[in-house]
């Protein structure tokens, strides 16, 4: 009887906490303990600090990319708009612009980005892929354009502080971050718009026909993306104490990697912000541990590419797994 008790009791468990985000938190602990024993710096309140400032912009993305990848879509723009938005908002501050102009035109960029994203999925009917691939590479242009391709200096004070400040003794970035991952996680799962999402990512076509508007959604998905990736943008660039056209090559990927760990399914409609966060949580600290065991820059480049290929991997054992299930499920009801 007990026996059946603790069963039961850890079948709740698992069901609540989910086997894809179990498995995430098993790996955590494995990295740790890795990393741990390899340097025992690594296990220390400040790195752990240090690692979540450095998650910050990938997970300030990843929420977006989540609502986008759910709905069936993805964007490889986030690194080219995260340069210019750090550039831009340099610039503006370079000018005498005061702080909260400066940060509203340039998350405004962001907005009008992500408009210029769905117009082309939705209106010229282009692949996502290949519609941020395009964006990426003039936004990344126009970084080194209005800079004339060199790094601006920020020595605007308060915008420095206000994006670096600490609460907590954690910095303004991660705690961004954390709520930005509260908030938009209960849009996602409690809101009738994050059920719309959920809805045109299983069906775009079975959304439609219930009402619902996919190109709407959509758009409203690649706005989010690009406002949050704009934030992000300077708040990497207060870090930096400059607007850098050159920063953040590969961010998407990064982010996009965070994402299919945390179970989101490339091919949209399931998926969830808590898995996100161990995904986001995940790939920083494997990152930040290759660093501290002084593992080569491009042996970096090959684990990461490798974690990527380890995600997509386990993203379609898990599709197949769900394409299984469905069938059971429906033989099952035929009988």
Not at 129 to 149: E, K, M, N, P
Not at 195 to 205: T, V
Not at 229 to 243: D, E, K
Not at 248 to 274: P, W, Y
């Amino acid at each position: 009887m007990e026996n059946t008790e603790k069963k039961s009791g850890l079948k709740k468990i698992v069901s609540m906490i989910g086997g894809n985000n179990l498995v995430l938190i098993g790996a955590i602990i494995v990295v740790f303990v890795l990393f741990t024993s390899l340097n025992r710096n690594f296990l220390t309140l400040q790195n752990m600090i240090n690692i979540l400032v450095a998650a910050s912009l990938i997970g300030i993305v990843a929420i977006g990319h989540t609502y986008l990848i759910i709905a069936g879509q993805n964007d490889l723009s986030p690194g080219s708009i995260a340069a210019f938005s750090g550039v831009m908002a340099a610039l503006l501050l370079g000018k005498g612009m005061p702080v909260l102009a400066a940060i509203v035109i340039t998350l405004l960029f962001g907005v009008l980005f992500g408009l210029f994203n769905a117009w082309m999925v939705n209106c010229i009917k282009l692949e996502a892929f290949i519609a941020t691939l395009v964006t990426q590479t003039i936004v990344r242009g126009f970084a080194y354009i209005i800079c004339d391709g060199r790094p601006v200096a920020i020595s605007n004070r308060t915008f420095i502080v206000l994006l670096n400040s600490r609460f907590l003794n954690i910095p303004v970035a991660v705690w961004i971050m954390l709520i930005a991952f509260v908030l938009f996680g209960f849009i996602l799962s409690r809101t009738r718009f994050g059920r719309s999402i959920y809805a045109i990512g299983g069906s775009a076509e079975a959304a439609r026909l219930a009402g619902l508007n996919p190109k709407r959604i959509v758009t409203i998905c690649f706005i989010l993306i690009g406002v949050l990736t704009a934030l992000g943008g300077m708040t990497f660039a207060a870090r930096m104490n400059a607007g850098q056209p050159a920063a953040n090559i590969n961010l998407e990927f990064d982010a996009i990697t965070a994402v299919i760990l945390g179970g989101v399914s490339f091919a949209g409609g399931v998926g969830g912000m808590f898995g996100t966060v161990l995904g986001v949580f995940l790939i920083q600290a494997f990152g930040t541990g290759l660093i501290m065991v002084n593992v080569p820059t491009f042996w970096q480049n090959v684990a990461k590419g490798a974690l990527l290929l380890f995600a997509l991997t386990f993203d379609y054992i898990r599709k197949e797994r769900r394409e299984k299930e469905l069938i059971a499920a429906s033989k099952k009801n035929a009988q």
